[in-house]
């Protein structure tokens, strides 16, 4: 209530001399008294250790809702990758059964050597670093160099 004063009780503290005559000389500069200022100094003390406690809670609280909404965003792209994997192997695939419907078992032998060849050259690709990339597929003439040693 702003007309109660509050309530207080008296405590006895111990400082070195140097401290008190620092504390002394500080309460001179403010126009205050040493109780005044050390009373202060305590209050600001308490309040900034709450203020260290109430951080700790945002920041609790924050990282966990980010990671709520990362979660959920990395169980969507898992999701993707999945789907993307299924239909990279599905075409991989695909492109063997027509190759061999193409050719025949006669060719069987070198298509064998060839699907082994091409995974390598996918395990390659896989193995860039995300800069790299761009590089890689710009290079035409590596490209064609590769395919033609298959």
Do not use: C, H, W
């Given at each position: 209530?702003?007309?109660?004063e509050k309530?207080?009780?008296?405590?006895?503290?111990?400082?070195?001399?140097?401290?008190l005559?620092?504390?002394?000389?500080?309460?001179i500069?403010?126009?205050?008294?040493?109780?005044?200022?050390?009373?202060?100094?305590?209050?600001?003390?308490?309040s900034?250790?709450?203020?260290k406690?109430?951080?700790d809670?945002i920041?609790t609280?924050?990282?966990?809702?980010?990671?709520?909404q990362l979660?959920?965003?990395?169980d969507?792209l898992?999701?993707?990758l999945m789907k993307?994997?299924?239909?990279s192997?599905?075409?991989?695939?695909l492109?063997?059964k027509l190759?061999?419907?193409?050719?025949?078992?006669?060719?069987?032998q070198?298509?064998?050597?060839?699907?082994?060849?091409?995974?390598?050259?996918?395990?390659?690709?896989?193995?860039?670093?995300?800069?790299?990339?761009?590089d890689?597929?710009?290079?035409d003439d590596?490209?064609f160099?590769?395919?033609d040693?298959?």
């Amino acid at each position: 209530m702003p007309g109660k004063e509050k309530r207080t009780q008296k405590r006895s503290v111990t400082f070195s001399v140097d401290t008190l005559e620092q504390l002394d000389k500080l309460a001179i500069r403010k126009r205050t008294t040493t109780a005044e200022l050390v009373r202060g100094f305590v209050e600001k003390g308490l309040s900034v250790d709450g203020y260290k406690e109430d951080i700790d809670l945002i920041a609790t609280v924050v990282r966990q809702e980010v990671k709520g909404q990362l979660d959920t965003q990395i169980d969507r792209l898992a999701k993707m990758l999945m789907k993307t994997g299924k239909i990279s192997a599905g075409l991989y695939y695909l492109v063997l059964k027509l190759l061999l419907r193409q050719f025949g078992a006669t060719k069987s032998q070198s298509l064998k050597e060839l699907a082994t060849e091409t995974r390598k050259m996918g395990v390659k690709y896989m193995q860039l670093r995300d800069y790299q990339i761009n590089d890689y597929l710009e290079d035409d003439d590596m490209i064609f160099s590769e395919i033609d040693k298959l």
